[in-house]
């Protein structure tokens, strides 16, 4: 079971849970076999605070020595792993470590209660997937569970994330929308003062 997997060269992926709120027409766990880099990331059982610690030593020691960055990804959303992700986070970032979340930014219906007082001091960095540049569009693209819910969600999360991580990017898939779509997605990450990144 892979739990930590680096992914380029400074930077170390976690993987804390194969679950999504979402079910996006480009996700590559449509694939079904769970490979990703190289990786089989299909989790037989969630890890604990502690396999993960011990997934993310064992790959520094191959590495020889810290990573530039660890990064909760999943192959699937992180933050059905919140308590997780705030302990480790907070571990890491203690030890020196620059820690990112990179997430749908539902984790505020995911969890059901604000998700930030959870992630307090646990991350450098956020990446969240904005996809699309209004509600109806994302629920075409990414199929939320939450439905009309999510994209506000979004959009909430990553204002909040704002005024308590230093870094907070608002990303999208670029061969998934036109030129325009792409614009005014930029627009709304300049309106909430983060950044813009096309992936
Ligand atoms: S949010 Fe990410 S993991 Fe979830 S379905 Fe979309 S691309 Fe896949």
Redesign the pocket.
């Known amino acids: 079971m892979v739990i930590a997997y680096p992914y380029r060269p400074e930077s170390l992926y976690l993987n804390v849970t194969n679950r999504?709120?979402?079910?996006?027409r480009?996700?590559?766990?449509k694939r079904g076999d769970f490979s990703l880099a190289g990786f089989d990331l299909r989790l037989t059982e969630e890890p604990s605070a502690d396999q993960v610690l011990a997934a993310i030593a064992e790959q520094e020691t191959a590495h020889g020595g810290p990573f530039g960055e660890v990064v909760f990804c999943?192959?699937?959303?992180p933050t059905f792993r919140l308590e997780l992700i705030g302990e480790v986070g907070r571990a890491l970032r203690s030890a020196g470590t620059t820690v990112r979340l990179n997430t749908?930014g539902q984790g505020a219906l995911i969890a059901g209660r604000d998700p930030w007082p959870t992630l307090t001091d646990a991350l450098d960095a956020v990446s969240i997937?904005l996809n699309a540049p209004d509600s109806v569009s994302y629920q075409a693209l990414?199929r939320p569970q939450h439905g009309e819910a999510a994209y506000d969600a979004v959009l909430s999360f990553a204002q909040k994330g704002s005024e308590r991580v230093d870094e907070v990017v608002l990303t999208v898939v670029g061969f998934t929308l036109d030129d325009d779509a792409t614009e005014r997605c930029e627009q709304i990450a300049n309106s909430l003062g983060v950044g813009f990144r096309i992936r």
């Open positions: 999504c709120s979402n079910d996006c480009f996700c590559v766990r999943g192959f699937g959303e749908n997937s990414c």
